[in-house]
């Protein structure tokens, strides 16, 4: 019997064509120019401090940028910041957290099934939701920011450095899940990692970050 998908794929949406950016400039950086489409991943990678996550941001409009990016043919523009971040969810390398447990961050999925059943895949018992957040390790608010954005079913994924405080196993159960996920519902995603072999695990293609622009990796 065929395994059921971990999350339920919303209503299908017409025209999805995914997100577009078309000379995309920030901080002096740009511009930048790719598409990446419903259920594709494409891998980010460069030297630290070349402006990977200041990319990420500027695709989130969370800092200011020049050149267009697009969902599905519709710009950023006409979305007001709230509505186009949930559409568009950047996962940091470091999670923010607003309240003192767990539980608060997921009130109205927390007895959901597909939220028990993504907690359990990723290594956790339903008691996570009464810890308090400073418990938690790097790893584990890793693991629950994941959670925490993919039940809200957004359009494109950006991660930065999704898996940098993971042990190798669990590395590779968060890449198979997040696999699975992207495929199911269309999500498009951006994954930023030094981790080169990691992105032509994940990814279909791989670019270098420089300054002026992508320069395109090969499986060497």
């Known amino acids: 019997m065929k395994e059921a ?5 919303s209503p299908e949406r017409a025209e999805n064509s995914g997100l577009s950016l078309s000379h995309m400039s920030f901080l002096g950086n ?11 991943c ?3 990678t460069g030297t630290s401090g070349i402006g990977k996550t200041q990319l990420l941001r500027a ?7 020049g050149g267009n990016c697009s969902l599905d043919g519709e710009p950023c523009s006409s979305f007001s910041p709230p509505v186009w971040r949930k559409m568009v969810a950047m996962i940091p390398a470091e999670s923010f957290w607003w309240h003192d447990t767990v539980g608060a961050h997921f009130e109205d999925t927390s007895q959901r099934p597909e939220f028990l059943n993504l907690i359990e895949k990723l290594g956790f018992s339903s ?3 009464g810890w308090q957040i400073s418990r938690l390790s790097t790893g584990e608010r890793q693991r629950l920011s994941l959670i925490r954005t993919l039940i809200q079913r957004p359009r494109v994924l950006l991660l930065d450095e999704p898996t940098s405080a993971l042990d190798i196993k669990m590395v590779m159960i968060v890449e198979e899940i997040l696999a699975a996920i992207c495929d199911s519902l269309q999500i498009s995603c ?6 080169i072999e990691q992105l032509f695990r994940v990814a279909g293609k791989v670019y270098r970050v420089e300054k002026t622009g992508f320069t395109e990796e090969s499986d060497a």
């Open 30 to 40: 740009g511009p930048y120019s790719v598409n990446v489409k419903p259920g594709e």
């Open 190 to 195: 951006l994954w930023v990692s030094h981790d």
């Open 5 to 9: 998908p971990l999350l339920s794929p």
């Open 42 to 44: 494409i891998g980010l």
């Open 59 to 65: 695709i989130a409009d969370v800092i200011v940028h």
């Open 127 to 129: 008691d996570i939701v």
